[in-house]
């Protein structure tokens, strides 16, 4: 690795990546052997309102993509509540994302310990692991992982002789996008097609099998045995005002070392891509940043100094979302990015609402015609109306998200799109039209 | 519980906690439009033709399953849901047939309806659509799924109101579509043609088969009655041309019923005209004439006649009975078809005038 002088972050180490290149890292002897479960022993010994407490002092806030405090999220689970649930969410869907996916394989112990402790803490006597199917390793390690914690005794009746149960299980999805959504989860978990609910209630209030449930994402329970061992004082100490903590970033598209980097949230996107990524690929010059995955608004090379924190990213115009960072550099064709972006959460659309079900197949088929030359100049501002229109009208916040890089490309690019329209191919990566006539794209690169 | 005050189009509205805008306006007699909401059914929220500005809220809300609370200030037609409406309705025309001319739901349609009334064209965002093959298999319904807005009315009434759960989504996206049993033809499904899907069918999707062609809503004269099957007493609308029954819909304010029907009331009405019916009296040709009463003979033969010979016929059979093998060989059974009076009367007529306790009813079979 290059020498860090010139980054801010040279004096962080990582803790939820801290095990995973470690041989033999999924283990429980390894986990155990690193000090693995003591967080849980020492949070078994302490009541709950202190762990929450102690939650809401270090400023987590979900790594799910929502963002929203942890801490405030089990506050509000009921007390008296006879039976909770707790809903592990490992759907990782968001293009660009794979670090779940990383900590699940590698370091299931780690979520397995937060997990723990986080239903402890709002009571939850149940465990719901809920994982995408395409994720076989992850399934293999998950299951392997709850066996031995039940064999030693972090898992099951009376834990730690605290008195506490948790049972835990682990049920697979079937790769649907929207299942990542909390509630099309909880849907999907109780065996209904995966659409989103109506909220409120939420699922604080009533949700899998109407039942109060908290749903986290994995590297947000990964953090908490770590808020735990080390004291909210560490985790709050790390980040910026709003965003707290370490962050996995995964950094995917045109650069030279694409991985998972842990690093704190507020670096700079310029660090995480020419520090840590290792630059962009063969020398060539950076266009454009995704931030968060694919549902995060596209930004320009400009912007790559705003720190990646929720706050300061969503002043640029963008989200932080997962985290996932895609570089574009300059032989990308935006057009080209926002139609397929767009095919994808068309492919995913629940169906249930009219705006995502229709319009996203009508601004899929507009920013096709655009790409291939075939549309006129109006239908630049067409796109925009539509994507406009749909924006804010959806029964769930997918629908909205799936017009952001359509209109984020256009607003930041739109001069390839008038190239397009005016020139009928692309002058930017200089091929041809990629997609087949049934809109599926016919092949990859 | 106390009343909730809310301001609706500026209008001062009062209702009760728990209830929605949609609700809350429709007692105040404001129309909010909505395509997948249904008084009769759970709120969707699907449709987000409802929606409705509502200050403190960043974006419009469906009014269908936002609930009210003290203080809350909403606007109906405010530009902006105005045009969101617009757009909603512009992508469902997108991928919906247009030959309103020939539709058998022209005049009853509610997406025909929103679109004129919201000067909604079918051409401004052209693009593919779906052309799936109409299912006929039925005697009583048709199914055309390239007229379905997927509104999910036919999934709520056939799951929640009838608890049959012949109808679901199938597939998701741009191809999500009402499917039945395992989406296969409806004949082959657990449906149980009540017709409540049809009932509430907002478009032309989902048709009663034996009212295609018989008239548009404008030539038809609708009658109330009950139904004259059994003895619940549903309360049904007769959809009449030309003195013919060509349809049937449960009336919403029939106390028994609310609305809805079985396949019998909703679809069975065809026995009114048709030619096996009988309509008058009939009494074997022997009893009227005398003769032989062998199978093979004329005496066999029914001959018309009317009420008065007949019941004088079945009574002088009756007492004839009584009279050589006593009351007792007589037993009566009612129907669950007649009232309570006439249930009632025939309780009389087996006690008192035949003299038996052999009176049963076939509810109880």
């Not at chain 1, 405090?69 to 759907?91: C, H, I």
């Not at chain 1, 394989?105 to 997990?115: K, M, Y």
């Not at chain 2, 025909?112 to 064209?121: I, N, R, S």
Request: proline share 6%; hydrophobic share 35%.
């Amino acid at each position: 690795m290059k020498s860090d002088s010139l980054s801010t972050t040279s004096s962080f180490e990582p803790v939820l990546t801290r095990n995973i290149h470690r041989p033999g890292s999924e283990k429980i002897e390894t986990y155990l052997g690193n000090g693995g479960y003591r967080a849980a022993r020492r949070a078994l010994e302490r009541t709950p309102a202190e762990i929450i407490q102690l939650i809401k002092d270090s400023g987590l806030r979900g790594r799910g993509g929502a963002g929203f405090p942890a801490g405030v999220k089990w506050e509000f689970m009921p007390r008296d509540a006879s039976q909770k649930y707790l809903a592990v969410n490992t759907d990782e869907g968001e293009p660009g994302t794979f670090k779940d996916r990383e900590i699940v394989e590698r370091d299931p112990h780690q979520v397995i310990e937060g997990a723990l402790i986080a239903a402890y803490a709002v009571g939850a006597g149940r465990a719901f692991v809920y994982i995408r199917g395409e994720f076989f390793l992850g399934v293999k390690r998950w299951t392997k992982a709850i066996a031995d914690a039940y064999e030693h005794g972090f898992l099951g009746k009376n834990i730690l002789k605290s008195g506490f149960d948790l049972e835990m299980s682990v049920h697979r999805g079937a790769g649907a996008y929207i299942c990542g959504e909390e509630t099309a989860m909880l849907e999907s978990l109780e065996g209904k097609p995966g659409n989103p609910r109506l909220k409120p209630p939420y699922p604080a209030q009533a949700g899998l099998f109407g039942l109060p449930t908290l749903v986290h994402n994995i590297e947000t329970l990964a953090c908490i045995p770590h808020i735990i061992e080390r004291g909210p004082d560490w985790f709050a100490g790390i980040g910026t005002a709003q965003s707290k903590g370490p962050k996995i970033f995964s950094v995917s598209g045109h650069v030279n070392r694409p991985g998972n980097y842990e690093l704190p949230l507020g670096v700079t996107l310029r660090e995480i891509i020419y520090t840590h990524a290792g630059g962009v690929r063969d020398g060539r010059r950076l266009k454009a940043v995704i931030p968060g995955g694919a549902s995060t608004p596209i930004m320009t090379a400009m912007q790559i100094d705003v720190p990646m924190a929720f706050e300061t990213l969503r002043a640029a115009g963008s989200e932080l979302g997962t985290g996932a960072v895609i570089v574009m550099d300059e032989t990308t064709c935006m057009v080209e990015v926002a139609r397929r972006l767009t095919r994808f959460f068309s492919h995913e659309s629940c169906g249930r609402c009219v705006p995502c079900r229709i319009g996203s197949v009508r601004l899929y088929e507009a920013l096709e015609r655009v790409e291939r030359g075939q549309g006129e100049i109006p239908d630049i501002d067409r796109i925009l109306e539509l994507a406009h229109g749909i924006g804010g009208i959806t029964f769930c916040p997918m629908g909205t998200a799936l017009v952001n890089p359509a209109r984020s490309a256009i607003k930041c690019f739109r001069n390839e799109f008038e190239d397009h329209v005016r020139k009928g191919h692309c002058v930017v990566s200089r091929r041809a039209f990629r997609g087949g006539p049934d809109g599926k794209d016919s092949h990859r690169r | 519980m106390a009343a909730v005050s809310l301001k609706i189009d500026g209008k001062t509205v009062e209702t009760a906690p728990g209830r929605s805008v949609m609700q809350a306006a429709r007692d105040a007699g404001i129309g909010i439009p909505a395509l997948c909401d249904h008084p009769a059914l759970p709120p969707e929220g699907a449709c987000r033709i409802c929606l409705v500005e509502i200050e403190g809220q960043r974006a419009p809300q469906p009014a269908c399953t936002f609930q009210v609370s003290a203080g809350l200030v909403v606007q109906t037609r405010s530009p902006h849901v105005v045009a969101a409406r617009k757009l909603v309705l512009e992508l469902l025309l997108s991928d919906h047939p247009l030959d309103c001319l020939t539709c058998e739901s022209t005049g009853s349609c509610l997406l025909q309806d929103l679109a004129y009334e919201y000067d909604v064209k079918g051409d401004r965002w052209r693009g593919r659509h779906h052309d799936y093959p109409v299912d006929s298999s039925n005697p009583f319904i048709q199914v055309d799924r390239n007229k379905c807005i997927v509104c999910r009315r036919c999934v709520r009434a056939c799951n929640s109101i009838n608890g049959v759960e012949a109808i679901s989504i199938f597939h998701r996206g741009f191809n999500a579509s009402i499917g039945f049993g395992a989406d296969g033809p409806m004949q082959d499904s657990p449906c149980e043609f009540c017709g409540s899907c049809v009932a509430v069918c907002p478009t032309g999707a989902l048709r009663p088969k034996l009212a295609i062609g018989k008239g548009r809503p404008w030539q038809v004269k609708k009658v109330d009655t009950i139904c004259s099957y059994c003895g619940v007493g549903c309360k049904l609308t007769l959809h009449v041309r030309d003195n013919r029954i060509i349809g049937a819909d449960g009336a919403w304010d029939g106390p028994v019923n609310r609305g809805w029907t079985c396949v019998k009331g909703r679809f069975g009405h065809d026995y009114v005209r048709h030619p096996d019916r009988l309509t008058k009296p009939r009494v074997r040709h022997y009893l009227l004439h005398g003769g032989k009463k062998r199978r093979d003979g004329t005496g066999w033969d029914w001959v018309e006649t009317d009420w008065d010979t007949a019941l004088e016929v079945a009574a002088r059979g009756l007492c004839q009975i009584r009279g050589k093998y006593g009351a007792d060989s007589i037993g009566v059974l009612c129907s669950a078809k007649c009232l309570n009076e006439e249930n009632y009367l025939m309780n009389k007529l087996a006690r008192q005038v035949i003299g038996t306790n052999n009176i049963d009813h076939c509810a109880r079979l």
